[in-house]
């Protein structure tokens, strides 16, 4: 015979505001298997917790409900006092009357009632609670980071460090990312090179890092501990354990005039070439698309020139496997293309400002390029057109950020800070160069952060005009941009000789290919949704997958660090465990009736159900039918809801505690 | 200057008559003024800021803070040609025209003297010449236009270029006119 | 297919050679117009901002004639094409103004007479190479920037007509008769349309603008598909040498014009001795006349 204790929480006035809470405790102490109902101010706090404890020993209660905000909150807090009880933790349940009932009425009366027929719910739920275990799954001690810019170095270091083998999978030829082309840093002025570089020797260096460029995430399964991952290493068509990294195939190739990535289109480069000459792995690798030998046949000059065969026409990609416990992924972003070229449609490009064609409207990136020692010009500003040193320069803001007309709302959170460095870069390095800034507000939060913007101001006197422009044209030699400044309410016009447009951050081009192979969500953006925007920044609701860098929103240097050592933290708090518990309420396949109709695997969107054969004991099969991984099985039930022939249940939600439930709500009050 | 109350008592639903005009223009454009973030842009393209007391991204302004009064009596409202280029680039999709046009609107319902003399007059004119023969007769609008502004010698000098080059018209060519006066009744009487 | 006409009062007046060379080029062409009956102002700007109700049945009355006429109404005046676009668009989506309008106007109408710029009659219907196998003399050699200003091209949402910051349609017209086209800012920039008279120099300063860029960019001659646009690129070129001092001499011609020179027309065909910048000098200059 159950005896249940019911324990009404006021929240502070959360509840107690719109709920009776001492009305609510009363009716429970009258519902069926009831014996013991209580209201407290703060059930979650320690005297809330220690009230529970004791009527759990004094009225020898069998189960709990406790009455307060939403299971989210603090189900865990709770079935943990049931456990410390001597309950099955599953033997408690939480009713929802904060976020489903006080904070959606408005009067006590209304609030009351529907809090106690929640109540009530619970109460039928709980009377057909069965006590579960926890599932114990083992755990593989390894961990894969998805990209190598500075938040998938940071995160690979940290796991290393710490001794567990990480394998790094980067998608360019090269690690290092965006940071690696960036000049000098925000608020110090750091070169970005200097205290990057020894970062990516380390990781090559590594005993505990496995490193995989120029390769893709192909296929990824498994759960939390478990993961297989199928790696690409696409065809570097040189053999990197080979290569003595002379530079001779570089420096001989002729094919010379491919646009240099690296450089963001501000120079050439070769078909057979390094990245950059920091690289890691400093080898060559050959483009094919530009490849003389690979798009007509002819010249063979690398191969014949290499003093010690690395070069391989003939390499193939190659598929490897890892297994894995925990996954990163710090895939990074990309600028919005002013051009309008976005593969999915979602930004539209910018008209107005010349959609790309003028050669002297650069973006943020660009400009490091320029003002960057191992850039195009040596760090010397020189505009891309006809190389003249710009003696006036005008810097936009929110170029795609924003701007709904251009399909972004939000804030890219580092142009300002980067285009007070890029103005302050410039000032310092022409002499008698005058650079505006256009904005519509200053977001300089981060520490130290105001106070170079200031300094921008005030000691570089760069110029700052609040308004947008409506318009940037060519005129003869200079660009023309048509703005306002909105402090004095007039329009302006500035010629200038070059511009710098910040254009927003966005998401690497395919991380939704990448996002559904690992089953975790993502905004309208494509950025990587977190499990919970305060509490769980690092994690996805995928166990075992966390995030680190721009995949997940617009960050900078510092923060894109501490989240990925965030993410290397909770790495390695699932790695120093010899198994995992995972949450028992998984579904449950009955297989005497299991028609094999694979509605459920259809329906799947962990992929947790398996198609299983039974045989007999000769081996002939006799039926298949459908099984759950309870290392996949997330629990939400869809599997259960679409089996046909009622074969499926979910523990802790099986149907006759939801039809005693659904019946405790329609009974007559 | 002017010290000005925001959000004068009955403002709320000043602004609320602009947003449910909005609405009913554009569904696709921002439904209300609230989402204009002042960025400026409007102001930075538009051909007549530099004639305005209030630039677009002030009229904007008043009409979020609920100083509409200010906005139906500024000149800026009246030195809008309505290029729309300020609807087109507008980052938030604020359809600033839209709004300048509600406001003249809103101007001539409620008996409020246009600031700007001159295109209130040339506007009239127009129209009246437009009522009266169903067709507007270029020389006559000139030709009334500036004995009522009494800007008389207004381009005096390009009448006979005009004619000379077989520009303009002797006569007027009346359209449907007893029906175009109906028209004119009706709609400008309707409620 | 025989095409609804909506010429539009300054077709009447000041926009004749718009008239005439339009008229010209689709006889040419071989396509019929027939001129929408009793057609009257379409209200343009000064209803627009005196009454919602006034400019909206102004425009049914047009647009229930014209559909008797045809299903397609061809309109060369941008502010008329930009209006009656806007009266199907307004009609469409605000049902209690499309009744008082249709009652103000003493006709019924649905919203579905199809209003075309003359432009998109040669682009879209006719198509472009029709018009090329036509041509006869090749505008070649001459460097023609296409003006679009404002009401062509915007609101982009309602007007449909192309890319609201570089359209491309006219630009298409005058390469398919053989001109150069010129790639240059000023495409949609606003003329002052019609703060002409109440205040000239708004137009002036634009205006001004617009000349410098066109010809910067190596315009010999810009071509546009507004009367209003026409009326204060060209004409006020006299008060721009006068008041600004700027003399830009540069000949201002409908696009219907140019077309109709490259399809052989004449010069008196096509009314070029309307315009007030001779364009007769570039033209023979050129080859083209």
Known sequence: MARIGVFVCHCGENIARTVNCAKVAEEAAKMPGVVYALDYKYMCSDPGQEIILKAIKEHRLTSVVVAACSPHM????????????????????????REHCSWVHESIPEGTDKAIDIVRTLVAKVMRDQPLDVIKVPVTKRCMVIGGGIAGIQAALDVAAAGYEVVLVERQASIGGHMSQLSETFPTLDCSQCILTPRMVEVAQHPKIKLYTFSEVEAVSGYVGNFKVKIRRKARYVKEEVCIRCGLCTQKCPAKKIPNEFNCGLDNRTAIHVPFPQAV?????????????????????????????????????KIVEEDIGAIVVATGYELYDIAGNDPNGLYSGYGEYGKGKYADVIDGL?????????????????????????????????????????GISFCSNICCMYLAKHAMLYEHKVHGGKGYIFYMDIRSGGKSYDEFVRRAVEEDHVCYVRGRVSKVYKRGDKIVLRGTDTLLGRPIELEADMVVLATAVTPSPGVEKLAQMLGIPYDKYKFLSEAHPKLRPVETVTAGIYLAGCCQGPKD????????????SKVLALLSRSELEREPTVAKVDETTCVACWCCYEVCPYNAIEKKEIRDRKGNLIKMVANVNRGLCQGCGLCAATCRSGSIDLAGFNDEQLMAEIEALAQVR | MEILALNPPGSEKDIEAINARLETLDPDAAKSVETCYQCGKCTAGCPAADQMEFPPNQIIRLVQIGQVNVALKSVGIWRCVSCETCSTRCPQKVNIAGVMNTLRLMARERGIQPADREADMFHQAFLQNVRMFGRLFEPMLVGIYNMRSMHLFHDADKGPLLLSKGKLPLFPTSSDSARVRRLFKKALESK | MTYAYYPGCSLEGTAGDYNESTQAVCRALGVPLKEVPDWVCCGTTPAHETNQLLVTSLGVKN???ARSVSDKVVVPCAACYNRLKSANYEISHDKALKAKALNAA????????????????LVREIGLEKLKAAVKKPLKGLAVASYYGCLLVRPERIMKFDDAEDPQTMDQVVAAVGGDVVDWPGKVDCCGASAAIPHTETVLKQVNQILTDAKACGADVVAVACPLCQNNLDLRQLDIRKKIGKDHNIPILYITQLVGLALGLSASELALQKLVVDATPVLKAKGVL
């Open chain 3, 106 to 121: 003493e006709v019924s109408y649905d919203g579905d007479a199809q209003v075309l710029h003359v432009i998109e009659l």
């Open chain 1, 281 to 317: 792995p400093n080898i060559p690798r050959i483009d094919r698309e530009n490849c003389t030998w690979f798009q007509k046949g002819k010249c063979g000059v690398c191969k014949k020139i290499c003093p010690v065969n690395a070069v391989d026409y003939e390499m193939e990609d």
């Open chain 1, 557 to 568: 240097i510092p923060l894109t660090v501490a989240q990925a050592s965030g993410a290397a």
């Open chain 3, 63 to 65: 647009l229930a004639s």
């Open chain 1, 74 to 97: 603090h189900e865990k807090t709770f079935r943990g006092t049931a456990s410390r009880g001597g309950l099955n933790p599953y033997m408690c349940e939480q009713a929802n009357i």
């Open chain 1, 366 to 406: 660009q400009f490091e390029r320029l003002a960057s020692a191992s850039g195009p010009t040596g760090g010397e500003i020189r505009r891309p057109s006809d190389g003249k040193e710009p003696k006036t320069i005008a810097f936009l803001a929110c170029i795609g950020s924003r701007d709904n007309q251009k």
